[in-house]
């Protein structure tokens, strides 16, 4: 029909190419890119929803000194320094790990679950990194925790199709 072909002309795969790193990710429908106007990383976009607030995706890339993510620890230690980083920021009161961390086949990726409470609400994130060439790259989902029950699906689907390229 062609309902179904105007869906997926929506959902196109977003690939990033560049002689130093590489990815694709395929955020859900009805997501616009776009750049945050200080740029803290090497590389950084964020999608955000354009029907549901509070709902984004942000995709970094930094080079690092590691060669892979057994380097920097296994999931849980690597969880663990996650929620750190996150009880540190300014507004957040509490971090939470929802489910255990997942590594990927021969600890390809990693991928969290958690949830942030602070003074912008209660949030639920889902987490995806790899390195591959000396280059972290971190998928951050985001939502309103109200909204997780929702969305969980599709940002685990999300989620999934982020990958570096080899």
Same mark, same amino acid.
């Given at each position: 029909? !062609?309902? !179904?072909?105007?869906?997926?002309?929506?959902?196109?795969?977003?690939?990033?190419?560049?002689?130093?790193?590489?990815?694709?990710? #395929?955020? @859900?429908?009805?997501?616009?890119?776009?750049?945050? @106007?200080?740029?803290?990383?090497?590389?950084?976009?964020?999608f955000? *929803?354009? *029907? +549901?607030?509070?709902?984004?995706?942000?995709?970094?890339?930094?080079?690092?000194?590691?060669? *892979?993510?057994? #380097?920097?620890?296994? @999931?849980?230690?690597? !969880?663990?320094? +996650?929620?750190?980083?996150?009880?540190?920021?300014?507004?957040v009161?509490?971090?939470?790990?929802?489910?255990? @961390?997942?590594?990927?086949?021969?600890? *390809?990726?990693? #991928?969290?679950?958690?949830?942030?409470?602070?003074?912008?609400?209660?949030?639920?994130?889902?987490a995806?990194?790899?390195?591959?060439?000396?280059?972290?790259?971190?998928?951050?989902?985001?939502?309103?925790?109200?909204n997780?029950?929702?969305?969980?699906?599709?940002?685990?689907?999300?989620?999934?199709?982020?990958?570096v #390229?080899f």
């Open positions: 029909s !062609a309902s !179904a072909a105007e869906e997926t002309a929506t959902t196109d795969v977003f690939t990033r190419q560049t002689d130093q790193f590489a990815y694709q990710f #395929q955020p @859900p429908n009805n997501f616009g890119a776009g750049n945050k @106007p200080v740029k803290t990383h090497l590389d950084e976009i964020n955000k *929803s354009e *029907s +549901v607030g509070g709902y984004q995706y942000g995709i970094t890339v930094d080079p690092v000194r590691i060669e *892979s993510l057994r #380097q920097f620890g296994t @999931p849980e230690e690597v !969880a663990a320094k +996650v929620v750190l980083a996150e009880v540190n920021r300014d507004g009161f509490d971090v939470t790990l929802m489910e255990d @961390p997942v590594a990927g086949p021969d600890a *390809s990726y990693y #991928q969290l679950n958690y949830q942030s409470k602070g003074k912008r609400g209660n949030k639920r994130f889902v995806k990194f790899f390195i591959q060439k000396q280059m972290l790259y971190a998928l951050t989902a985001q939502c309103k925790e109200d997780y029950a929702t969305l969980s699906k599709e940002m685990l689907q999300a989620a999934e199709s982020f990958r #390229q």
